[in-house]
């Protein structure tokens, strides 16, 4: 299976302010995926960010307020910018390897 | 849009007896499932998956079903144990779209 790592595992950030999150794989995967997971809540995906290529965002998401690099096979960052307590959710990386797709641990953001 | 839904949020069950997971999906063109366990602060990890050619998958103590005439899906878990408490997830690719959609979850509690 493909491994997958996030930073920071959470963080607590005052509104206005951004963040900006690293995945990392331990193998080289085209695609990957930003998720959102607010409390309680089910999965959505924000934006899907191919190496070579501008990420695709999904309705309700722009590239202002979560702007994504791909600079390589192995590693991504999604950035959550001028934060509100909405914003407060867990961020999830994920990749598709194999014809499976795989999740990271998550980074838990609390907005104060 | 399309969805993927499950019918109990909850599940209550005693340890060593059998669970039952449904969901429903509303894509006819979808062509793959899967089934996530996402226990408390942790990446869902998948667990089994099938697909649209295949009414039956079993694995480790799991078996999931397919009913397509009625969108229909559901993951067993024999002789669940403790370590079985967790949100389970089914997700659903559909015909040519990379993407997964994700139903609401299932919180499955054992009880000693």
């Known amino acids: 299976s493909a491994v997958i790592s996030q930073k920071p595992s959470r963080d607590i950030c005052q509104r206005g302010t951004s963040l900006t999150i690293q995945c990392q794989v331990d193998?080289?995967?085209?695609?990957m995926f930003w998720y959102r997971q607010q409390p309680g809540q089910s999965l959505t995906l924000i934006a899907t960010?191919?190496?070579?290529?501008?990420?695709?965002?999904e309705s309700g998401f722009v590239i202002d307020k979560f702007p994504i690099s791909r600079p390589n096979l192995t590693f991504s960052t999604l950035t959550v910018s001028n934060m509100s307590p909405e914003d407060s959710s867990i961020y999830l990386c994920?990749?598709?390897?194999?014809?499976?797709?795989?999740f990271g641990p998550g980074t838990r953001l609390t907005v104060t | 849009g399309e969805s993927v839904g499950l019918h109990l949020p909850t599940l209550s069950v005693q340890e060593g007896d059998n669970s039952i997971i449904n969901c429903a999906y509303s894509?006819?063109?979808?062509?793959?499932f899967i089934w996530y366990k996402q226990e408390s602060g942790k990446g869902p990890q998948f667990i089994i998956d099938?697909?649209?050619?295949?009414d039956k998958r079993q694995g480790q103590r799991v078996t999931v079903l397919l009913n397509k005439t009625v969108k229909h899906l559901s993951l067993q878990i024999a002789a669940t144990q403790p370590g079985d408490s967790a949100v389970y997830f089914c997700?659903?690719?559909?015909?040519?779209?990379?993407?997964?959609?994700f139903g609401a979850g299932t919180t499955v509690t054992v009880r000693a």
């Open positions: 997700a659903e690719r559909g015909g040519n779209d990379y993407k997964l959609s």
């Open positions: 894509n006819s063109a979808s062509d793959y």
């Open positions: 994920s990749v598709r390897w194999k014809g499976e797709q795989y």
């Open positions: 193998s080289q995967v085209t695609m």
């Open positions: 960010a191919n190496q070579g290529s501008e990420a695709t965002y």
């Open positions: 099938i697909r649209s050619n295949m």
